[in-house]
């Protein structure tokens, strides 16, 4: 595709309800990275994958969150049991590899836990 | 705590004006620092980054200065333009952009008008 594409780009859940958020990076990239945005906060880094190598799970929140890379290409992030305080967006970007620090970010999935 | 801090939330600037935003961070082993801009309802988009062993770094209307003693960069905007009306965020990262992990501040959403 031309750019990152991320589904849903709105969700919104019961408070305990596990969900799954996707993205599409751009063809050819080999590193892919999670972030979210919470209300009036920065961009937080949550994971990220370079090629075939293990991913750098450092973000990660807790236990709950975990993400997977399925033949080098699409990426799903799972948040299970979802909590009030996982309500953020979702950000999802790809660069051509771990040495290129241009990334490219998707538009996002709102996800809001009730 | 905080490594990358944009203390101001929000600029107002008249079109034609010069927009300045500023950015501090804490740790000395940063290397790379990015400027991402981002509108409503988008991802990011990268926009202008220097090295550390660079204090300058132009690009048409964009400037990014950094004075690695005080731990600060810039970034300024002349001509400024009401198409600029986003928000901007600071990154740096601390291996040579390699690192998977950039760290973002807050972001400054800028406002220029006409």
């Known amino acids: 595709g031309a750019g990152v594409s991320q589904s849903p780009s709105n969700k919104v859940t019961e408070k305990g309800k596990d969900v799954e958020l996707r993205c599409d990076p751009i063809s050819g990239h080999t590193a892919l990275y999670w972030y979210r945005q919470s209300l009036g906060q920065g961009l937080e880094f949550l994971i990220y994958?370079?090629?075939?190598?293990?991913?750098?799970k450092s973000g990660l929140p807790s236990d709950r969150f975990s993400a997977e890379r399925t033949g080098g290409s699409v990426s799903t992030l799972t948040i299970q049991r979802t909590q009030q305080e996982d309500s953020a967006v979702y950000l999802c970007a790809s660069s051509e590899d771990s040495t290129n620090e241009k990334l490219f970010f998707g538009s996002g999935t709102q996800l809001s836990v009730l | 705590d905080q490594q990358v801090k944009q203390n101001s939330p929000s600029l107002s600037v008249q079109e034609g004006r010069i927009s300045i935003l500023n950015c501090d961070y804490t740790?000395?082993?940063?290397?790379?620092f990015l400027w991402y801009k981002k509108y409503p309802a988008e991802g990011p988009t990268f926009l202008i980054s220097?090295?550390?062993?660079?204090d300058k770094n132009e690009d048409g209307r964009f400037t990014v200065f950094l004075n690695k003693s005080a731990k600060h960069l810039s970034l300024h905007i002349v001509p400024s333009q009401p198409g600029d009306s986003a928000v901007y965020f600071c990154a740096a990262s601390g291996d040579g952009g390699s690192q998977g992990n950039l760290i973002f501040g807050k972001g400054t959403k800028l406002s220029v008008k006409p």
């Open positions: 740790n000395s082993m940063f290397d790379y």
């Open positions: 220097i090295s550390s062993i660079k």
């Open positions: 994958f370079q090629g075939n190598s293990a991913p750098d």
